[in-house]
């Protein structure tokens, strides 16, 4: 069973890892390989994702000492992204995550979360009572991507 924690800095290289694997198995269900290759060209610099993590509301899912999942929360209510490992997908551990991201805003005093939810992800916001505002094109390595602008009322 997986619990939620705050970030640490010893997670940016398996976050790094997660985000680049999920995309490259679990997105490929609704994205092409040339998709996933312009969203997720090579595994991330851990350096740089932890200078981004550790100034947010970066939560983990930890499942045994392993990252099984994670989520930033941005001071503004965006939730910029939360993945889970492609084994953890299914098992409840994005709805811990998403709970704990809610449960983070409230504290925080925000209103709304919104974000961007890929295809794959669109139906797991869905279940969890985001409603989409809009459906984006937004280009990665000049490779049209489509994600969905969605928000949730706290």
Same mark, same amino acid.
């Given at each position: 069973?997986?619990?939620?924690?705050?970030?640490?800095?010893?997670?940016?290289?398996?976050?790094?890892?997660?985000?680049?694997?999920?995309?490259?198995?679990?997105?490929?269900?609704?994205?092409?390989?040339?998709?996933?290759?312009?969203?997720?060209?090579?595994?991330?610099?851990?350096?740089?994702?932890?200078?981004?993590?550790?100034?947010?509301?970066?939560?983990?899912?930890?499942?045994?000492?392993?990252?099984?999942?994670?989520?930033?929360?941005?001071?503004?209510?965006?939730?910029?992204?939360?993945?889970?490992?492609?084994?953890?997908?299914?098992?409840?551990?994005?709805?811990?995550?998403?709970?704990?991201?809610? *449960? #983070?805003? =409230?504290?925080?005093? $925000?209103? @709304?979360?919104?974000?961007?939810?890929?295809? &794959? !992800?669109?139906?797991? +916001? *869905? #279940?969890? =009572?985001?409603?989409? $505002?809009? @459906?984006?094109?937004?280009?990665?390595?000049? &490779? !049209?991507?489509?994600? +969905?602008?969605?928000?949730?009322?706290?």
């Amino acid at each position: 069973m997986a619990v939620v924690r705050d970030y640490e800095p010893g997670d940016a290289e398996s976050i790094c890892h997660l985000f680049y694997e999920t995309v490259r198995t679990v997105n490929l269900g609704d994205y092409s390989s040339e998709q996933v290759r312009a969203w997720a060209p090579e595994i991330p610099d851990p350096a740089a994702w932890h200078e981004r993590m550790s100034g947010r509301h970066t939560l983990v899912a930890d499942e045994g000492g392993e990252v099984v999942g994670f989520a930033e929360l941005e001071e503004s209510g965006h939730l910029d992204m939360l993945y889970c490992r492609a084994d953890a997908v299914g098992r409840g551990v994005g709805s811990l995550l998403c709970a704990a991201v809610e *449960g #983070r805003a =409230r504290n925080l005093g $925000l209103a @709304r979360i919104s974000t961007e939810a890929c295809i &794959t !992800a669109r139906p797991f +916001f *869905g #279940r969890h =009572r985001f409603r989409v $505002l809009r @459906r984006n094109t937004v280009w990665r390595g000049g &490779t !049209a991507l489509t994600n +969905f602008s969605m928000q949730k009322a706290l």
